[in-house]
């Protein structure tokens, strides 16, 4: 399988109310697997602070200190919260260290801090006095290990509403959450190690994609021609905005499909000519370099033998594109990718693709998709779960929200994350090379939402190829499609 299960808070209660033995059990694991995190990762550090809370999380940070002084290191306890609020198998975890002598005292020192402040359990925003604490451990200067999830992270959503732990690595227990893949909470984790502490797997709405779910896409067989490897078509370009289709055009090709053609306006069809070797151009009717309603008959000649269509990338925007959008999607009866200017055109018409048959795909980012959905693109960063949920239910179609993790949604269904890549995406054209692999992939008869998935994967698996022979800190779009081939030729 090419997914793994991404965990909410509720999800992994379940998962421990399944548990048939005694909850003190799951604790010391929990707890005994962090230290053992510890002293093999920063082996170095022979003076720990561990911060710890009144609930469970603290009570797993209660072993881990035990652990760590058993093993020899100096341990402090810093208690954050009255002690008299410690209660069940916490409480127990909490005498077990005081007959230790494990000294509890003020924020302060240590090599190493490890946060067990709150757990999977946490939401909303801390308390006046729970955001000092935090604050004041993130000021230390010292590497921070949290213990499930840093504190101050939704474990169920990845939102980040006021302070929150910057961890260096997070020990999670029995599966990733789902806070610790999607931003912004994904960026206070660090490195991720998950521990297993013997809990049955359990289902899952959300899933982590990784890199295996590349084996689900087609590849060229003996018997394959140029059209039944995948015919794309791709609708865009206008003047100032050329590079944007050529780039969707090209990773579509690396990307495996067979054949393609490029609707562009017929004023700077030469351009594309040039550029565009492997290509077949259809020149449209155009007004200063920006397609018109007259060009929707040739796109309509031209989609007949396409097997998916791309519409958007450097297209343009005026209201002429928008009317052409409109037609185009209720004209064509083939799957169909929608970026950049034809997300523009879509803002105010979302029934345009709610009422189509067709597979529809969205390559939306933040700012795209707080468009469509007359939201503050500030709100969409800060509740990338819900909006791309959101998206997929109110359009009606598979929305891919593009970031440093990318979230595919559906309706009624739950959400892919992959967080495959690296720094270097963020460049100009990622994002035309992504709708040009989801379209080579929807060509090939993929589904929309384990096509948009596999092209995330694929783009960032490319990514992560080309920064081997480029380095990330000046790579291009180009770069990535030049390292489409050999990804998905393994």
Known sequence: MWTEPL?????????????????LELMERAGSAAAEAVLRRYADARSVAVWCG????????????????????????????????????????????????????????????????????????????????????????????????????????????????????TVTFHGRKVGLVVAPGRFQAGEVEVADIGLAPGRTRHEHVDERILAEVPRRG??????????????????????????????????????????????????????????????????EGVMTMDAADAILEAAEKATAIAIGPGLGRTDAVRGLVGYLLDRLDKPIVLDADGLWALAGHLDWVFSREAPT??????????????????????????????????????????????????????????????PGLATAGTGDVLTGIVAAFLAKGMEGRVGAAAAAAAGGEAARLAAERHGTAGMIASDVIEALSPTLSR
Request: hydrophobic share 40%; glycine share 14%; net charge negative.
């Open 54 to 169: 009144t609930g469970s999380n603290g009570g797993d940070g209660f072993v881990v200190a035990r652990k760590l002084h058993e093993a020899g290191r100096t341990v402090e306890i810093v208690l954050a919260g009255p002690e008299e609020k410690i209660a069940g198998d916490a409480r127990e975890n909490l005498e077990r260290a005081r007959k230790l002598k494990i000294p509890f005292g003020e924020p302060g020192g240590g090599e190493l801090a490890v946060d067990a402040l709150f757990g999977t359990g946490f939401s909303g925003k801390p308390r006046d006095e729970a955001a000092r604490l935090i604050e004041e451990l993130n000021g230390l200067g010292a590497p921070i290990l949290s213990v499930d999830v840093p504190s101050g992270v939704n474990a169920s959503t990845g939102e980040v509403a006021g302070a929150a732990v910057k961890a260096e690595t």
């Open 222 to 287: 003996p018997s394959d021609n140029k059209y039944t490897a995948g015919s794309v078509l791709v609708v865009g370009g206008s003047t100032g905005k050329t590079g944007a289709p050529c780039l969707t055009a090209e990773a579509a090709l690396r990307a495996g499909a067979g054949i393609l053609t490029v609707c562009a306006p017929a004023s700077l069809n030469t351009v594309f000519e040039q550029r565009l070797l492997e290509v077949m151009t259809r020149p449209c009717a155009d007004e």
């Open 361 to 422: 795909v969205l390559t939306p980012h933040a700012g795209e998709l707080a468009r469509l959905l007359g939201r503050d693109s500030s709100r969409i960063s800060a509740r990338r779960l819900d909006a791309v949920q959101a998206g997929a239910d109110d359009v009606g179609a598979v929305v891919l929200l593009k970031g440093a993790d990318t979230l595919v949604a559906a309706p009624g269904k739950g959400v892919l994350a992959c967080d495959l890549g690296n």
């Open 7 to 23: 965990y909410t808070a509720e999800e992994m209660r379940a998962a421990e109310e399944a548990y048939d033995g005694p909850m």
